[in-house]
Nanobody
Framework: QVQLVESGGGLVQAGGSLRLSCVASGRTSSSYGMGWFRQAPGKEREFVATLSWSDADYADSVKGRVTISRDNAKNTVYLQMNSLRPEDTAVYYC????????????????WGQGTQVTVSS
């Protein structure tokens, strides 16, 4: 069992940056594949980034602007987001699954409560 708590969301102007954090408790985050997803109003939850071992994968819509990383000592996973756009506005969720979990929402077993990111134009 693992509990996930996200933080770091907020309101930012287009072109700005945010760093989201996800603290895992219960088991170490290094034991899991970790992912970030987002959900905008009226839309389905979509994949943003995932990290298993040292292998990262990104959605095309954020590639080059977003970096996922982890600090095993702090049991924390980060999502650094740069050059933010209004279309990045969504609730961002941290999730955990088996190592090598990939991009599919249904493959993730544990989810955080989400943190709101709003990008103004």
């Amino acid at each position: 069992q693992v509990q996930l708590v996200e933080s770091g969301g907020g309101l930012v102007q287009a072109g700005g940056s945010l760093r989201l954090s996800c603290v895992a408790s219960g088991r170490t985050s290094s034991s899991y594949g970790m992912g970030w997803f987002r959900q905008a109003p009226g839309k389905e939850r979509e994949f943003v980034a995932t990290l298993s071992w040292s292998d990262a994968d990104y959605a095309d819509s954020v590639k080059g602007r977003v970096t996922i990383s982890r600090d095993n000592a702090k049991n924390t996973v980060y999502l650094q987001m740069n050059s933010l756009r209004p279309e990045d506005t969504a609730v961002y969720y941290c999730a955990a699954g088996v190592l090598g979990v990939g991009r599919m929402v249904e493959n993730y077993r544990y989810w955080g409560q989400g943190t709101q990111v709003t990008v103004s134009s």
